[in-house]
């Protein structure tokens, strides 16, 4: 993240302490660049070797403590209101801080629901432990769950930008995989095209291996698989799941061609119902989609109307948060889920960018079927950020996917 | 990690429980490349979005507990004896699995003092401890270290071969930057030209910024610092700490040039004493580097030829691993100083790859002298993987870094 966003995120931590009513927050790692926690990059533009510590307290200090040979790094930043450095041990000015400060609650980066605030290692955390034997801060530990999770949602003007070049970056790869992709490809090879075409521009895939996914008929393998070399063919629907990372910021989106059989010039009956319900579940959530509703409540709208619309329920959340990675953690429109803990629960804030993508599995034999759009809650609702697809081009008879026409 | 490598591991894996006595190992990780687990990627070339355990059970068992959306991604690997699936909570296939194999101990990967064995999140271990509830599994966890340890510390051949590819490259780029740099050229002058050089061979840096570390002279901001607009001046040491990865491993050295005043051919004898000092460090600590030695003990050797000859001690450690990453965590050739806990008494291993880098960070007012050189623990001693830099040379009047000559 660069320097200008550093500064408004941390802002934005101060403020967001204040609203949450904790004293300090800490961010405690060591070898950052060796996994890390997903939180740091939002403070700081670098990674630390030996353990750190970067404290931002309600009252506005933002203090790091670091390694002897970090701490130059740190101050070059001009954002630390005190650099504190050691060489053999993290243990005495850790505490001699933590006294000096006196945080009545010290929230730290660890969630059992939440990924992108679970960024403590188990180790780090006993080790902290360690240091605070004899302290009363090990009783004052909470999670940075809420912190992390509005750090990271509510994007600022800067943020949102970002995340739409991205998008536009996006559809603009897609438009020209719509006019690549034809039957006798296959779907490694779709998957590539695309991959060069980000390569090309300079910017990265939004998420590891393998993006983008790439899925031509019934007998496909949906979901993170690997793209293979399954052909495209008539009467296949070729749905592919895409999306870069630009400037730090990422889209993901999934759009959807129908492949057509001589004689055809329009998807059968049983994809083009498919694509309605779809269509119709992303519409329904977008009018659901407001601050202070709960994620599960926008899931259920959607899923709602696949299952009336006689398709099984997707198997899978409504949308998730987009921000510097695709799936941006903090809460997501899902249901209510074992594996999804109290996510479904959290309520959208302005600000909040979410992907919308429902999918039917099975779209009447011709493969999967699945839309994914993206929209940022606003005071009033939500907004479009993505180009919605309306319409269920064929391929090779249209020369783009027919989706700047609706907003 | 390439396939073949995996397959290597994953046997060791499996080797490595037996000597421990451990009965099996489980990496349970989600979203898994938004931080993730570093030890992931010596058992899967992938992510996981949702909650999944990868369990090797000393039997021989390799069981895959994961996502719908991500088990064909696994079965296709083909080293996997079972892999089971689920699509609303692992909770109750991950349980079954434990009854059924009912492990006496379940190695995680947590740890104080090791990170690179650290990758299990504060979160995921709280969310695990609900999901044992009513199970004796809770009782039954340990640390994975030593297992993790030994997997990335004893390389095959074949990672081997890559890490002196890894070196060669670093080699090559040093001898050019050799010849590139020059009086009044800038430290971020002489780091872009490093990276330039990198990206042209297609290989990427051996860590997050800043790499390479560049320090001329004696004002130059030492240790993991940004590289700046300092330029180089005659009666400066350049000091370079650089590595490349290349097809997954790295190389991580440290070389040093004298950069002469007019009428001055060879260096004074205050840098000259500091590199004689710091070769004989490295020299002696290679003799004392053999399988079962502590590395403490070997940091030790080296620590008192810089203090005996009048230099304050470096302020960090003699060496570390190196392998996928340039500090590949394990055992530390280092002080038994508080924040490396225990993982200066590890015992060195055949297959081990150290750095030796001992330091003098003021070489009498002309800047850092550091050199580090990279050796494989071999069943008799050690063996150099660098080609050890044995001359300080003079910047301009040297072609390349002498350093070919000499093993």
Redesign the interface.
């Known amino acids: 993240m660069t320097s200008s966003l550093i500064a408004e995120k941390l802002e934005q931590a101060h403020q967001i302490l204040g609203e949450l009513g904790l004293d300090a927050w800490m961010v405690f790692v060591?070898?950052s660049?060796?996994?890390?926690?997903?939180a740091l990059s939002y403070i700081y533009d670098?990674?630390f070797?030996?353990?750190s510590a970067l404290i931002v307290t309600r009252a506005g200090d933002r203090i790091a403590i670091v390694?002897?040979?970090?701490?130059?790094?740190v101050r070059?930043t001009g954002v630390w209101t005190e650099v504190i450095s050691?060489?053999?041990?993290?243990?005495g000015p850790l505490v001699e801080t933590l006294r000096r400060i006196d945080p009545q609650t010290l929230a730290?980066d660890?969630?059992?629901?939440?990924?992108?605030?679970?960024?403590?290692?188990?180790?780090?955390?006993?080790?902290l432990l360690?240091y605070l034997e004899g302290t009363p801060y090990a009783e004052r530990l909470v999670?940075a769950v809420g912190v992390v999770g509005a750090l990271r949602g509510r994007k600022s003007p800067n943020e949102l930008a970002r995340i739409e070049k991205a998008i536009e970056t996006a559809q603009t790869i897609f438009d020209e995989v719509g006019r690549f992709a034809a039957p006798g490809k296959t779907e490694r090879e779709v998957a590539r095209f695309m991959q060069d075409a980000a390569a090309r521009r300079g910017v990265g895939l939004a998420?590891?291996?393998?993006c983008p996914i790439v899925n031509t008929g019934p007998h496909s393998?949906?979901?993170?698989?690997?793209p293979s070399d399954l052909q495209i063919e008539p009467g296949h629907i070729l749905h592919i799941d895409f999306g870069v990372q630009q400037e730090g910021y990422c889209s993901d989106l999934q759009r959807c061609w129908y492949v057509p059989r001589p004689g055809e010039h329009a998807p059968p009956e049983s994809a083009a119902r498919a694509f309605e319900a779809v269509v119709q579940g992303i519409s329904v959530a977008a009018d659901r989609l407001k601050p202070g509703v709960e994620g599960w409540q926008v899931d259920q709208a959607a899923r709602k109307i696949i299952t009336a619309a006689g398709y099984p329920e997707y198997?899978?959340a409504l949308g998730h948060h987009v921000g510097c990675?695709a799936?941006d953690?903090g809460g997501i429109l899902g249901p209510r889920?074992?594996?999804y803990?109290n996510t479904p629960f959290r309520k959208a804030e302005p600000g909040n960018v979410f992907t919308l993508e429902p999918s039917i599995e099975d779209a009447g034999g011709c493969g999967c079927l699945g839309i994914e759009e993206m929209v940022v809650v606003t005071d009033a609702g939500c907004r479009w950020l993505s180009d919605r697809q309306m319409t269920l081009p064929c391929l090779g008879t249209s020369k783009s996917l027919d989706n700047r026409l609706q907003n």
Do not use: C, N
């Open positions: 060591r070898e660049s060796h996994g890390g926690d997903p670098g990674a070797t030996w353990q390694g002897k040979f970090d701490d130059g790094a070059a050691y060489v053999q041990s993290i243990h730290l660890f969630s059992v629901d939440d990924y992108a605030a679970d960024g403590l290692t188990h180790g780090m955390y006993l080790l360690k999670s998420w590891s291996q393998p393998m949906i979901g993170h698989g690997v198997g899978h990675t799936h953690g889920w074992e594996r803990g």
